[in-house]
């Protein structure tokens, strides 16, 4: 892995004080970001979501061959949907929607 380049080291900056701006109950929170390995890799430290992701969930039901529950559908699209209206509000726009980058916490978490 080569050194970042100067353009994707601005990128990177400007991607953290952006994560770092944004403070809202359905938007994962940040915490703090840092350069390992000589400049080779940007690390970010996001708050831990206790439930894992939508495409884990994804996959697991494929395993188990079983289905979401309609309820469970509805509370993760409302909730991914008021995340992204935060982010609109602010004039950010969210480049990368994947399953992978929907994050759940457990219900118990509080």
């Not at 400007?14 to 915490?31: C, D, F, M, T």
């Not at 609109?88 to 457990?106: E, G, P, T, V, Y």
Request: glycine share 4%; net charge negative; proline share 2%.
């Amino acid at each position: 892995m080569s050194p970042l380049s100067q353009k994707e080291r601005e990128n990177a900056l400007n991607e953290v004080r952006i994560l770092a701006s944004i403070r809202h109950p359905n938007v994962i929170g940040y915490k703090e970001a840092f350069i390992q390995d000589d400049e080779k890799c940007l690390c970010i430290v996001m708050e831990y979501a206790s439930d894992g992701d939508v495409y884990q969930k994804i996959v697991g039901h494929q395993k188990a061959q079983t289905y979401f529950e309609e309820d469970d559908v509805w509370r993760i699209f409302i909730q991914m949907t008021r995340g992204l209206k935060a982010l609109h509000r602010l004039r950010i726009l969210h480049r990368d929607m994947k399953s992978a980058n929907i994050f759940l916490h457990s219900e118990n978490d509080g």
